[in-house]
């Protein structure tokens, strides 16, 4: 199809837009001058970044929505398709992650179910509600967020990185059957990015995570260059390893996370016991 290599005039619309990546990415989107349209479950953060956009000189759109319930991803779709006349870009961004061994997870089947909903069917169904004005005007674009957990497999991610391998398989089935119909189909498999849903987790303090801003760019450039698939050169390479010599890296992987989890563990501690012995100093 024919490429757009810029974002004046583009309807994009953009899941998970209140924070984090999906907001950074929806200003940056409309600097550019594109129309965007925002979706999450919170309203009032949504204002706000309207309210942001607008200031700048930009131009977007709220739809209220929780992603989690299908009447209201139908609801939203049909008021975004009833209020603009194309969809060119769709982002799939919204989704949730949960760090939990498959020991401690034995009764809670839940947690994949709700990672899943998120992470999987939500997107889906986006995309499958607004894929006929696509189709209709001859082209566009699908945009989903995934993980470079997907690629290097990290432990205690089982729920998480399940998610997003579906949402990675979808994506490379609908680019092979809609590309000659001129839909494109991006999968930007991200690693660490610090962000509101990795503050919780203690130790990623001790981890590299890559820049809001810097991830955001990857999707105002996916919308220029329509790229099948972007992710880091570390987990390319693992990904290739393990398709070569699965059993191998499977095990090396396993050795190397329970030592690298174990030094984190080591460091933090050393890190919690420094700052309280500072504390009976003062």
């Known amino acids: 199809m024919p490429k757009n290599n810029h974002s004046p005039g ?6 998970g ?7 950074a990415a929806a200003k940056q989107l409309a600097r550019a001058g594109a129309n965007v349209c925002l979706v999450a479950r919170r309203r009032d953060e949504l204002e706000r970044v309207r309210e942001e956009i607008v200031a700048e000189g930009g131009n977007a759109h709220i739809y209220p929505a929780d992603l989690t319930d299908n009447d209201s991803v139908d609801a939203c779709c049909a008021a975004i398709l009833a209020e603009h006349e194309r969809v060119d870009v769709l982002v799939n961004n919204a989704g949730r992650s949960i760090r939990r061994s498959l020991r401690e997870s034995v009764d809670r089947p839940h947690d994949f179910e709700r990672t899943m909903q998120i992470n999987y069917f939500a997107a889906v169904r986006m995309t499958l509600r607004l894929l006929p004005r696509m189709l209709q005007q001859g082209q566009g674009h699908v945009i989903n967020v995934s993980s470079a957990a997907v690629l290097t497999n990290p432990p205690r991610f089982a729920a998480y990185t399940a998610s997003k391998a579906a949402l990675d398989s979808f994506s490379r089935s609908l680019r092979i059957e809609l590309n000659h119909k001129g839909i ?3 999968s930007l498999n991200y690693p660490l990015v610090k962000t509101a849903m990795t503050a919780p987790t203690e130790i990623y303090k001790y981890v590299p995570q890559m820049d809001v801003a810097k991830a955001a760019g990857w999707i105002v450039g996916a919308v220029k260059s329509h790229p099948a698939f972007r992710s880091t050169v570390p987990a390319h390479a693992l990904h290739v390893a393990t398709a070569a010599l699965p059993g191998t890296t499977l095990m090396m992987m396993g050795q190397f996370y329970k030592g690298m989890v174990a030094t984190l563990n080591y460091v933090q501690k050393r890190r919690e016991r420094g700052r309280q012995d500072q504390g009976q100093q003062e």
């Open 17 to 23: 837009a209140s924070s984090g990546i999906g907001e």
């Open 10 to 15: 583009l309807t994009i619309v953009i899941t």
């Open 184 to 186: 494109t189909v991006t």
